[in-house]
């Protein structure tokens, strides 16, 4: 039974075009089952109730109308997390996994350290995380690291709910992350930053609605919004972050692929050091690091 209805899954998933069809299958089976995917093929006589068999085909026709697959888990892996996710906040991506590798360049009790860190070593690393959504920046960086401790500031409430409950699910990293529900342009720090990292919204306005639908509908507006150039939240940001930044105090950001040469640009013009673009694992143009004036 369980093998049939993976198959049926799969190929009502494959008509309607969706992305890894079996696995998105697996998933959603497993969730109804309450099992880990990879046990199904260990069972694959198991008898299953009608109402369970229901179940698994209404998650089916969701997806086949391009509901996120996480919508419809209600997690996503990042890391070695496991976040809760779902409608009202936007679901990490393996790009910000990235982003939290390069940030753990530069602290110094990185475990392991990649490379010399860049931050002195002190008693605590003092860190930043702007549109935090879930959680999972401040919840990988201090899960792998001994002592960063995070002001993670949210603007939206529908995320922000996420975020306090995926800080509850690892409460051995909760007194290490303030959680804060605010506009950050109107945030005010009561002290300065060793690191800020930020996955902002980036996105042209007018090309938000060419994403594909899991992106456009699934993901807050708000999240990927970045203007009218894509860039203006992280140009505004830029005025704020110079007084924010400690000496020796470092800025990274996600960015959108074609948009690395004008961020270097203003980055310099507003004095930043060692401003530099690194690419992701697709040799696109992903992410910002600066130094503080």
Known sequence: MILHLINEGEAELSHYKIENPRLNSELLLSKILKTDRTLLYFD???????????????????????????????????????????????IPRPETEQLVSIALDVIPSAIPAVTPAVIPAKAGIHCLDIGTGTGAIPLAITSETSDTYFDAVELSPDAFIFAER?????????????????DIFTFTPTSRYDLIISNPPYIPTDEIRNLPPEVSNGDPFVALDGGGSGVEFLFNLADLITDWLAPNGWFISEIGEDQ?????????????????IKQDFNKRDRFLIASGV
Request: charged share 30%; hydrophobic share 40%; proline share 2%.
């Open 44 to 90: 694959f006589d198991r008898e299953i109730t009608k109402d369970a068999i229901a179940d698994f085909k209404k998650l089916i026709q969701l997806r086949c109308q391009h509901t996120p697959i996480q919508h419809l888990t209600g997690t996503q892996a990042f890391r070695n997390l496991e976040l809760f996710v779902g409608p009202g906040v936007f």
């Open 166 to 182: 995926n800080l509850k699910t690892y409460l051995q990293l909760r007194e290490r992350i303030n959680l804060i529900l605010a």
């Open 260 to 276: 690395g040469d004008r961020i270097i640009k203003h980055f310099k013009e507003k004095k930043f050091k060692n401003v530099s």
